[in-house]
T-cell receptor, first 111, second 114 residues
Framework: DQQVKQNSPSLSVQEGRISILNCDYT??????FLWYKKYPAEGPTFLIS?????DKNEDGRFTVFLNKSAKHLSLHIVPSQPGDSAVYFC??????????FGSGTKLNVKP | DVKVTQSSRYLVKRTGEKVFLECVQD?????MFWYRQDPGLGLRLIYF???????EKGDIPEGYSVSREKKERFSLILESASTNQTSMYLC?????????????FGAGSRLTVL
């Protein structure tokens, strides 16, 4: 059973608007969460992370929100750009040595 | 620029063949991982290694083995390839020394088993 779930396989957003990607997890022991971005024919690249002691982490246009009681995290991209079009994976860990990944959300930012 | 390098980007093999996927990292990382990526399933962990000659099974180890004889190199072995092992294989590494532990991935090896 998947411990990290991304229930939206795809998302389409107009350039300049906000993109919101969602992720749910089941294991309350997870204490570290990451988002990765993947372009076709490339490996995933790290985007942003958040520790369970925080509920928000911001890096430029990217903000990750963590709701521990709901076991939910989200990635906000504002403003969205065509170059943000990629597959986004969320991942969770509870010991820094093993990460569990969601199935990914394909974001398409339309010019 | 730090890197995880996977030796083969594309491979085509026949059922029953033995397949080696090689991965090398130049970051002196202790941890190395092999994942496979399939549509709708995301990244699933096959094996990982904490140190030289150490290995641990991930979530889907059946049909695979690994070798870590040197710190920088982690090999994935398919003893007898089958068509259901057609997939994108991703190697990653990470450091235990960093509190902000992040996986660094290679570009991937796309394996097709006919």
């Amino acid at each position: 059973d998947q411990q990290v779930k991304q229930n939206s396989p795809s998302l389409s957003v107009q350039e300049g608007r906000i993109s919101i990607l969602n992720c749910d997890y089941t294991n309350s022991m997870f204490d570290y969460f990451l988002w990765y971005k993947k372009y076709p024919a490339e490996g995933p690249t790290f985007l942003i992370s958040i520790s369970s002691i925080k509920d928000k982490n911001e890096d430029g246009r990217f903000t990750v929100f963590l709701n521990k009681s709901a076991k939910h995290l989200s990635l906000h991209i504002v403003p969205s750009q065509p170059g943000d079009s990629a597959v986004y994976f969320c991942a969770a860990s509870n010991n820094f040595n093993k990460f569990y990944f969601g199935s990914g959300t394909k974001l398409n930012v339309k010019p | 620029d730090v890197k995880v390098t996977q030796s083969s980007r594309y491979l085509v093999k026949r059922t029953g063949e033995k397949v080696f996927l090689e991965c090398v990292q130049d970051m002196d990382h202790e941890n190395m991982f092999w994942y496979r990526q399939d549509p709708g399933l995301g990244l699933r962990l096959i094996y990982f290694s904490y140190d030289v000659k150490m290995k641990e099974k991930g979530d889907i180890p059946e049909g695979y083995s690994v070798s870590r004889e040197k710190k920088e190199r982690f090999s994935l072995i398919l003893e007898s390839a089958s068509t259901n092992q057609t997939s994108m294989y991703l190697c990653a590494s990470s450091s235990r020394r960093s509190r902000a532990n992040v996986l660094t991935f290679g570009a991937g090896s796309r394996l097709t088993v006919l």
